[in-house]
């Protein structure tokens, strides 16, 4: 993964994000009046998040399927092994954030952070909000898993199930540190 590579692939994602966020939340506002666009950052880190996972798309007519990458992954914590591996080499920094599997990881964490916190202002119960993560990395996943549905031939990006692992950690974590930022931080309660 090159920088250059990085920030078109992110910027792309916060493009199609954007867009389908005005699109979305303008629609909303229609219907329901100026209280739509207290919604924009959870839509936007939701929209973010979907596009990072699908895009980029490819040309349905020119897919070799069935695609290796693509292979679901579904044994859990995966991901140690190339941890592991990384320590037995005594992989310095670069290395660790270089090693695609790593840096997957890293990202849905952070990303799903997003969401979490996005969520604090609406949701009030952390079993809500995780189950909310839940059906989204869910979701996300499934569409993985079959070529967003149907649409492609085959699936063209991989079903991780540590995927939903780091993705339901980073909704907990967002949420939990927003929520409780809100109430240490919020406007003062007077008796």
């Known amino acids: 993964m090159t920088l250059g590579w990085f920030v078109h692939f992110f910027g792309l994602a916060l493009v199609y994000a954007s867009v389908a966020t005005v699109l979305l939340v303008g629609l909303a506002a229609g219907w329901r009046g100026r209280a739509a666009w207290r919604w924009t950052p959870l839509v936007l880190a939701t929209a973010f998040f979907v596009f990072l996972t699908q895009h980029p798309f ?3 007519d020119q897919m070799v399927c069935p695609m290796a990458r693509a292979e679901p992954q ?9 941890a592991s591996m990384l320590m037995d ?3 310095g920094l670069a290395g660790w954030l270089g090693n695609k599997t790593i ?4 990202m849905n964490v952070v990303t799903c952070v997003l969401i979490g916190m996005a969520m604090a202002p609406h949701v009030t119960r952390f079993r809500t909000a995780l189950l909310s993560g839940a059906v989204l990395t869910l ?7 079959t070529g967003v549905w149907g649409l492609f031939p085959c699936a ?3 079903f991780n199930v540590d995927d939903i692992s780091a993705n339901m950690l980073g909704v907990a974590i967002g949420f939990a540190v927003a929520r409780h930022v809100a109430i240490r931080f919020g406007p003062s309660r007077t008796v």
């Open 58 to 60: 490819p040309v349905a």
């Open 74 to 82: 579904l044994q859990p914590l995966r991901f140690m092994d190339t």
């Open 89 to 91: 080499r005594n992989a």
């Open 103 to 106: 840096a997957a990881t890293i």
């Open 139 to 145: 979701t996300v996943e499934l569409t993985q898993l």
């Open 156 to 158: 063209y990006r991989q």
